[in-house]
């Protein structure tokens, strides 16, 4: 266990809808589904659509699996990536966010609900799977962090969330990032957080619901940057991500 010589935050930022643009991920993505597989395609996009009205998890990777096999989802995801190499995927303020926290003296990783294929399949289109991650399949995220609260009141966050420890270490405060009201059950003294409502998405059914007063209502993620005042805090240069 690795104590921290200086105070750090220690920032979870979520995937989905948060850091992610999902709407114009899938929109790319089922389009090469539909011309790579006219009939599944189709089939796909409502079936995802219904999961998500309804504020459910859908597994893409699960669906096509079933229809296809691995080995041809394993193809098409591959074809995708290389498809969208030049583009960018994420959310207006997701880099600038993921910069400022880069060269700040805080840490930063994302925590990501959903099936382990899947989410990994988008970590690697979005080029955030050098970003330090864990997968969960845990909704209320605020329960998670609360199981990493020692006796003292600090933080031990894990290892695979931690860029250059590689094991578990301790933070006094931890900061939640996150689309959904639900993330923030169960958030435990010492741990804060920011309720993203992205203005260019439709309000979900999952989206819906109130936060306590730990958590601040956001429509930008630079609006982190500002509020945190990460820009006022800059530890030596370092490389930030590209």
């Not at 219904?50 to 504020?55: F, L, R, W, Y």
């Not at 994420?90 to 805080?106: D, F, Q, R, W």
């Not at 989410?119 to 990493?148: C, M, Y």
């Amino acid at each position: 266990m690795q104590e921290n010589a200086n105070p750090k935050k220690f920032f979870l930022l979520d995937l989905d809808r948060c850091l992610l643009d999902l709407n114009e991920t899938m929109r790319r993505y089922n389009e090469l589904v539909t011309q790579q597989y006219f009939s599944i395609g189709p089939r796909l996009d409502r079936a995802s659509r219904t999961a998500v009205v309804n504020g459910d998890s859908f597994d893409t990777y699960k669906y096509l699996a079933v229809e296809l096999g691995d080995r041809a989802v394993e193809e098409l995801n591959a074809r995708f990536v290389k498809s969208v190499k030049s583009s960018s995927l994420l959310n207006p303020g997701a880099k600038e966010l993921m910069e400022h926290l880069a060269l700040s003296e805080h840490e930063y990783g994302i925590l990501t609900y959903g099936s382990l294929r899947w989410q990994e399949f988008k970590l690697r289109a979005s080029r955030l799977d050098r970003v330090p991650h864990l997968v969960t399949s845990q909704k209320e995220k605020g329960n998670l962090i609360a199981s990493w609260q020692r006796p003292s009141g600090e933080f031990s966050i894990p290892g695979q969330l931690l860029a250059y420890i590689g094991q578990p270490a301790l933070f006094p405060s931890v900061i939640l990032v996150d689309d959904k009201p639900d993330s923030f059950t169960g958030l435990p003294l010492g741990a804060r957080g920011y309720l993203y409502q992205n203005p260019r998405y439709e309000i979900l059914s999952s989206q819906q619901g109130e936060v306590s007063s730990r958590v601040t209502i956001i429509n930008d993620l630079r609006q982190v940057v500002d509020i945190e005042q990460l820009s006022d805090n800059q530890a030596l240069p370092m490389a930030a991500m590209s």
